[in-house]
């Protein structure tokens, strides 16, 4: 049916009435975020160079301050990360085995968030009991990847004499969780590298931090401190540190890592169970990383952890570092089309099947540690011992080096596996060898597998006394922790604010 001139007319006006308010909307809307934009970015206070207090720095960039706090929140669970509290030794007592006689077979917590880094690594039994000054388990490099006091500190003392001295030395200076100064020059705000060891981890590969590409910093900005790095206390001229050091010159792989320490014949601890030389893997995150697909495609870890995010018309970059799966829309979707549940299946499913892997990889390890004491207990030599501790050895410290790696079977699940399968092959011969050695000293039957079902009965197998470390720790919290807060208090206290005159 054919429509009346008139009534054409009225529509035709009606929807130049509406198009008209539409547009009249989307301008002042535009006008609205411009003005807002503006407004954020005035600057509120002078932040001086190094400027280690990240609320200062929120004054000039609230909206990066206020995600940046957002790591506090430690509600979201995933199958094997998110910000919660996560007691690793209780979900898997056989870790207790694996480190006895190392600090991470008393407590061995899953990290929670940039927030908690000071308060974490206080309150863990592995940095001990401190009574003061010069006592405790740890060195003063323990605090490297805390907090945003150490590039000041650095700046201040000096590299080398930063990593002298215990962890209690310097618990007053420390204590600004990781934040703005560790990534951000506070003159141009550009990302900026604020830790020489990955400085000098690059340049012994022969590459020049300074050459990096945006997008390269982008990743190096953590790579600061998710990667593997060892203290060394020999480094000529710097006897008495313990320098940190990042194992790179031969390459980030596991193996070429492992080829690394053997060449300087480093050990981290004597495993008291089998006697092995031991390697603790710290957390090579980026190192496995880089062997993935998303890093060969350009991808950042920015792009996935610190994805865009817009607020008021503003796009910022969102700085509640997480696990992405609690934000799958800004840090999958940008580039994959697929639903969230598919997208967090794809992260499962490759977690999951790597899982198995390293399960059995554990539990070969747990046995190799037991059959090479009963050898040892039944007369074995040490030059029959020597190939079989060396294959334990190995094979751990490939386990260790794809377990402690946060993300990394998602981040790189062919290389994550084909390491493990690696140290499958290792722990088996190694076994294989402890079994025919044992026969040779009139063993014929299994070693019995002991019962460690729970934290508390591995612990106790290994011979740790937890009240006496538990009773140290509360007395630590008690009467030392007060000091600190006080002392960086009133230290603070002294350097004021500096409000930028508005005219
Ligand atoms: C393509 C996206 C992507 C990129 C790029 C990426 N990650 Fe991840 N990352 C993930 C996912 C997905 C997880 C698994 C989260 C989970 O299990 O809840 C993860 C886990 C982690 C975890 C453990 C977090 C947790 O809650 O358990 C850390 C730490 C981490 N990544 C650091 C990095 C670093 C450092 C880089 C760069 C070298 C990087 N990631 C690059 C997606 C990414
Ligand atoms: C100055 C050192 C430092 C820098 C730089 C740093 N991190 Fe971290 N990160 C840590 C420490 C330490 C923890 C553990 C904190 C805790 O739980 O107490 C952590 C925890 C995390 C976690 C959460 C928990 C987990 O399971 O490990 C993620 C995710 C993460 N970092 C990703 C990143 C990404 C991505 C970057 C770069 C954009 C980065 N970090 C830069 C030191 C650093
Ligand atoms: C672990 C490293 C890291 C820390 C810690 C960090 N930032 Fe960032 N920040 C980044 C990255 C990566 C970008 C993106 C830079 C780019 O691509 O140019 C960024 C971008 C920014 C920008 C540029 C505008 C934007 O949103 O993209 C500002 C401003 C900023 N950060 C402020 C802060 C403040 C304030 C803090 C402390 C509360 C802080 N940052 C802590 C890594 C960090
Ligand atoms: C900046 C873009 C970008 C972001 C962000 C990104 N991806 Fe990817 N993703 C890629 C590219 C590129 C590939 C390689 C495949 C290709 O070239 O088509 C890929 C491949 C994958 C694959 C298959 C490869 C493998 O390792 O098995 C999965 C699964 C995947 N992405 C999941 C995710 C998840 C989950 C997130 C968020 C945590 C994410 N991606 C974030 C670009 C991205």
């Known amino acids: 049916m054919a429509l009346s001139n008139k009534t054409r007319n009225w529509l035709l006006f009606f929807s130049t009435v509406v198009v008209v308010f539409l547009l009249g909307m989307l301008a002042s809307s535009i006008m609205d975020r411009k003005a807002e934009s503006r407004f954020a970015y005035q600057p509120q206070v002078n932040i001086p160079a190094g400027e280690?207090?990240?609320?200062?720095?929120?004054?000039?960039?609230?909206?990066?301050?206020?995600?940046?706090?957002?790591?506090?929140?430690?509600?979201?669970?995933?199958?094997?990360?998110?910000?919660?509290?996560?007691?690793?030794?209780?979900?898997?007592?056989?870790?207790?085995?694996?480190?006895?006689?190392?600090?991470?077979?008393?407590?061995?917590?899953?990290?929670?968030?940039?927030?908690?880094?000071?308060?974490?690594?206080?309150?863990?039994?592995?940095?001990?009991?401190?009574?003061?000054?010069?006592?405790?388990?740890?060195?003063?490099?323990?605090?490297?990847?805390?907090?945003?006091?150490?590039?000041?500190?650095?700046?201040?003392?000096?590299?080398t004499e930063f990593y002298e001295g215990k962890w209690a030395d310097k618990g007053p200076e420390v204590v600004n969780a990781i934040g703005c100064a560790d990534c951000h020059d506070a003159n141009t705000m550009s990302l900026r590298i604020s830790r020489p060891a990955l400085v000098e981890g690059l340049k012994a590969m022969g590459k020049d931090v300074n050459q990096?590409?945006?997008?390269?910093?982008?990743?190096?900005?953590?790579?600061?401190?998710?990667?593997?790095?060892?203290f060394n206390k020999n480094l000529p001229g710097k006897e008495g540190a313990a320098y940190l050091v990042?194992?790179?010159?031969?390459?980030?792989?596991?193996?070429?890592?492992?080829?690394?320490?053997?060449?300087?014949?480093?050990?981290?601890?004597?495993?008291?169970?089998?006697?092995?030389?031991?390697?603790?893997?710290?957390?090579?995150?980026?190192?496995?990383?880089?062997?993935?697909?998303?890093?060969?495609?350009?991808?950042?870890?920015?792009?996935?952890?610190?994805?865009?995010?817009?607020?008021?018309?503003?796009?910022?970059?969102?700085h509640h570092i997480q696990s992405p799966l609690n934000n799958v829309v800004n840090s999958c979707q940008v580039c994959h089309r697929e639903e969230t549940e598919d997208l967090v299946n794809d992260v499962y499913d490759r977690q999951q099947k790597f899982k198995s892997n390293l399960v059995t990889l554990e539990d070969l390890l747990v046995r190799a540690h037991i059959e090479a004491g009963k050898a040892w207990e039944l007369g074995a030599g040490e030059d029959q011992m020597e190939p079989i501790l060396k294959g334990i050895r190995h094979a751990q410290w490939r386990w260790d080096y794809v377990a402690a790696t946060h993300g990394g079977s998602f981040?790189?699940?062919?290389?994550?596996?084909?390491?493990?399968a690696t140290g499958i092959n290792l722990a088996?011969?190694?076994?294989?060898?402890?079994?025919?050695?044992?026969?040779?000293?009139?063993?014929?039957?299994?070693v019995p597998y002991p019962d460690i079902n729970?934290?508390?009965?591995?612990?106790?197998?290994?011979?740790?006394?937890?009240?006496?470390?538990?009773?140290?720790?509360?007395?630590f919290k008690k009467n030392i922790i007060p000091q600190w807060l006080e002392e960086a208090k009133n230290r603070e206290a002294s350097q004021p604010i500096e409000e930028v005159s508005l005219n």
């Not at 790189?412 to 493990?420: D, G, M, W």
């Open 52 to 159: 280690p207090r990240n609320a200062v720095w929120g004054k000039n960039f609230p909206r990066q301050y206020q995600s940046y706090m957002r790591t506090a929140d430690t509600s979201f669970v995933s199958y094997q990360g998110g910000g919660n509290l996560r007691d690793i030794l209780e979900e898997n007592p056989r870790l207790v085995v694996l480190f006895a006689g190392y600090g991470f077979s008393k407590d061995y917590n899953q990290g929670r968030g940039h927030y908690y880094a000071i308060e974490d690594t206080r309150n863990s039994l592995r940095t001990g009991g401190p009574t003061g000054p010069g006592t405790g388990p740890m060195p003063s490099t323990c605090w490297t990847c805390k907090s945003p006091d150490v590039p000041r500190l650095m700046n201040e003392i000096g590299i």
């Open 212 to 230: 990096a590409t945006h997008q390269e910093m982008r990743s190096l900005v953590c790579a600061q401190c998710h990667v593997e790095y060892y």
């Open 246 to 318: 990042f194992p790179w010159k031969n390459g980030h792989s596991a193996e070429d890592m492992e080829r690394y320490y053997d060449d300087m014949s480093f050990v981290d601890w004597t495993h008291p169970i089998s006697k092995t030389p031991m390697l603790k893997a710290q957390h090579p995150d980026y190192e496995v990383y880089m062997t993935g697909v998303h890093a060969k495609r350009g991808v950042s870890c920015a792009d996935c952890h610190m994805p865009y995010r817009t607020e008021g018309g503003q796009k910022f970059t969102d």
């Open 411 to 420: 981040h790189s699940p062919v290389e994550a596996n084909r390491v493990v």
């Open 428 to 446: 088996q011969e190694a076994r294989l060898k402890l079994s025919r050695l044992l026969a040779g000293l009139g063993w014929n039957k299994p």
């Open 454 to 475: 729970t934290k508390e009965k591995a612990q106790a197998f290994v011979g740790l006394d937890m009240a006496k470390l538990e009773k140290e720790k509360e007395e």
